[in-house]
């Protein structure tokens, strides 16, 4: 499950490192307004970035929160601290 979520943090994380990556050049090769539709087609590559780093982020909350409804409540002894036992499953 721990790489579930790591994974999951990654792909929102990797959109919007994009995103930065493309704003910073569109703007800086707009400045050089040599050839400005370089610079525009970056800032377009950014924004829909952008806009797919918000889409994964919508949904990784809504992964969570459901990963959190579904977890199930621990038992009264587990949760009082008490000595729990554990059985190892024979080889089949």
Do not use: H, K, N
Request: a negative charge.
């Amino acid at each position: 499950m721990r790489f579930v979520c790591v994974r999951a943090m990654l792909v929102t994380g990797v959109p919007a490192v994009a995103a930065a990556v493309f704003l910073f050049l569109g703007f800086g090769a707009g400045a050089f307004a040599g050839r400005p539709y370089v610079g525009q087609g970056l800032i377009t590559a950014g924004l829909i970035a952008g806009a797919v780093a918000a889409g994964t982020a919508v949904g990784d909350v809504a992964w969570f929160l459901m990963a959190a409804r579904g977890r199930s409540e621990p038992d009264d002894a587990a949760a009082a601290g008490a000595e729990t036992e554990v059985r190892a499953q024979p080889d089949t």
